[in-house]
């Protein structure tokens, strides 16, 4: 019975929940009215078709084009090096990583040394550029009107600019900068390098459109680096305003070529020509007169009464013009969108890269055709076998006066107790005057013949090294392997000097060590067995000297027999390595020559080449459709 009581509680509350009644409709939760199997069922479909439509959204959803343009210059920056301007890859990668529509600009001013003081006027004219009228003179003014031009000096646009002049970017950084406030220029993130250059056209290479692009777009400035030393800094800049003075100036900027004279969106001439106004001069670059502007915001800072005099002064300047170009391409129709200064520059230097490629595509093509269809190819590998013929021939006469001749039996076995350190002096004579010299020189001779009908010297596959894996220490070598590689390879097959190099820095010392211990072995032996005769003599346990003498005898033919018959074997099995080494060292010069005859490896690299190429090809067309799709 007080069982039951126990159990009691539980069962009521068991029954009062299996008692309980289900919601009704009405409660706002349709799945509550339905049996389990069937919310189930009803549940689980939805579920379904939401994460299938969310896949499908984000499978359609386009990556951020801003991302992927910078990824992709990332890209082409390192698998093509020595296609595209690194510094100005790095400019437009910086540009990307700023948020869109506030990326910063530089825009460089550059007087050009023509010797009538064009540093000076680059100045004025970036004081006129920057000069508000309708303030008083500031003190940045000053400063800059004070600076030496011939110093790089960076100014930066920025409203509320500091009136306190100049500050160094950094404690011993030879680049100073200004922060100034411009009414016209504020908000654009402007920042101007004022320098002097100098562009030679002397020669066509350096007039190209090209190297004048690489030299306005991406001056260099030189910054100490040490004490009485510079060194050179690229600064790469979205737009360039070249600068001249006088008629000197005018000639000197008309030498350039036209793309670069006729005013641009990146690159815009101008030459102070003071009393010359540009309808009397019909020019590709702009004439500006600073003096003029220079007394038109003087005027205008007397009072406002002489607005209509600074508006004539101002606009016969010609200022205007350069006012207008810089302002251009610094802001986007659109806040949110990217300038059109960063797109110019990445489409430039896509533009460029793929110039390069085509470039780089022709010539690895003539290279490839010009190898592979020598016009002498007949008489070239006719060449090759009577030079292999004449080099074995020579190896075997060579060496053969070299081992009977009077150095090598300096190495006898009985001269090594005073000759023991010469082995290394005489056999390295051997090899430098007897190991294929007429065939290295001949073989000189011969690729200069084959380079001249191909236009350049082709790429003869070289020696290779072979390295032990656990000591790094060179091992023996396989046939046409060499013990080291020079940095700088030859431009022929440099199989023989190699081979030479590999007997004379592995083998020799090895010969030597050997000679050394030999000795040292055998006076030792003799020592011991010389010592024991005499102790036995002393001890009387030899009756006699002949007996004390026999012993010591038996000692020293021991030694001087194990010593002959140890170095004759070292200087046999030396002797057939170097001739072996020879044979090897000329078969493979002459599969080396002759893989190139075949043009084999010519074409086979011109294939790897041309994968590289398209692989660039690709990237590019990947960053133009970025560039394409990017606000």
């Known amino acids: 019975m007080s069982s039951n009581r126990q159990l009691w509680p539980q069962a009521r509350r068991l029954s009062r929940l299996v008692g309980q009644k289900r919601p009704t409709p009405s409660s706002g939760c349709p799945f509550c009215s339905v049996p389990p199997a069937a919310a189930f069922r009803l549940q689980s479909r939805p579920r379904r078709q939401v994460v299938s439509r969310r896949h499908q959204s984000n499978a359609a959803a386009p990556t951020n084009p801003r991302a992927e343009l910078e990824h992709t210059l990332d890209l082409l920056q390192k698998q093509a090096p020595n296609l595209v301007s690194l510094s100005r890859v790095q400019l437009a990668l910086q540009g990307l990583r700023q948020r869109a529509g506030d990326e910063a600009i530089r825009v460089a001013i550059l007087g050009l040394e023509d010797g009538d003081n064009a540093g000076q006027t680059a100045k004025r004219i970036l004081r006129a550029l920057l000069t508000d009228p309708l303030v008083d003179e500031q003190s940045w003014e000053k400063e800059l009107d004070a600076y030496d031009p011939t110093q790089p000096l960076i100014v930066r ?13 950094e404690r011993g950084s030879a680049l100073n900068e200004v922060h100034i406030s411009s009414a016209a220029l504020n908000g654009l993130n402007l920042e101007l390098l004022l320098m002097d250059t100098s562009l030679a056209v002397t020669s066509p290479e350096a007039s190209s459109v090209q190297a004048v692009e690489e030299a306005v777009l991406n001056p260099v400035v030189d910054i100490p680096s040490a004490e009485d030393r510079l060194s050179p800094m690229t600064t790469p800049v979205h737009k360039t305003l070249l600068i001249t003075n006088g008629l000197s100036g005018a000639v000197h900027i008309s ?77 986007a129709a659109n806040g949110a969108a990217t300038k059109p200064a960063v797109r110019n520059l990445i489409a430039a230097l896509l533009q460029s890269t793929l110039s390069s ?61 005073w000759r023991v350190d010469d082995v290394a002096m ?44 656990d000591n790094g220490n060179s091992t023996k ?51 011991v067995t010389t010592s024991l005769a005499a102790l036995l003599y002393i001890s009387s346990f030899a009756s006699s000297l002949y007996e004390a003498g026999a012993v010591a005898a038996l000692g020293i033919v021991y030694s001087l027999g194990r010593m002959q018959k140890k170095w004759e074997a070292a200087r046999g099995f030396w002797e057939g390595d170097v001739r072996e080494e020879g044979r ?12 190139v005859l075949e043009g084999s490896k010519a074409i086979e690299d011109g294939s790897e080449a041309a994968e590289e190429l398209q692989r660039i090809r690709e990237l590019v067309a990947k960053a133009e459709d970025a560039l394409a799709r990017m606000k």
């Open 157 to 169: 646009v920025r409203s509320g600019g500091h009136e306190a002049g100049f500050s160094t970017l």
């Open 255 to 331: 030498a350039l070529p036209p793309p670069i004279v006729e005013s641009s969106d990146t690159v815009m001439a101008a030459a102070n020509m003071e009393g010359l106004p540009q309808e009397l001069l019909d020019t590709p670059f702009e004439v500006v007169d600073v003096a003029l502007a220079e007394k038109a915001v003087a005027l205008f800072r007397q009072g406002p009464q002489h607005a209509m005099e600074y508006e004539r002064l101002w606009s016969a300047s010609n200022m205007p013009t350069l006012v207008k170009w810089l302002k251009a391409d610094l802001a």
């Open 357 to 417: 490629v085509q470039t780089e595509e022709a010539r690895k093509v003539s290279k490839a055709l010009a190898i592979k269809n020598l016009p002498e190819a007949g008489e070239l590998n006719k060449a090759l076998a009577e030079w292999a013929q004449s080099a074995h021939a020579e190896l075997q006469s060579e060496l053969d006066l070299a081992f009977t001749g009077r150095r090598w039996h300096k190495l006898g076995w009985w001269k090594l107790f």
């Open 426 to 469: 005489l056999t390295n004579e051997m090899l430098s005057q007897r190991f294929l010299p007429t065939a290295e020189q001949e073989l000189v001779y011969l690729t200069g013949r084959i380079a001249g009908p191909a236009g350049e010297h082709p790429t003869y596959p070289q020696p290779v090294s072979s390295k032990d894996g």
């Open 477 to 527: 070598l396989g046939s046409g392997e060499i013990a080291s590689i020079s940095p700088t390879l030859p431009k022929w097959p440099g199989h023989i000097a190699f081979t030479r190099r590999y007997l004379q820095n592995e083998t020799i010392p090895a010969l030597q060590a050997l000679a050394q211990k030999l000795v040292l072995q055998a006076v030792g032996t003799t020592s």
């Open 584 to 595: 090897k060292a000329v078969r493979a010069v002459e599969g080396s020559v002759t893989d």
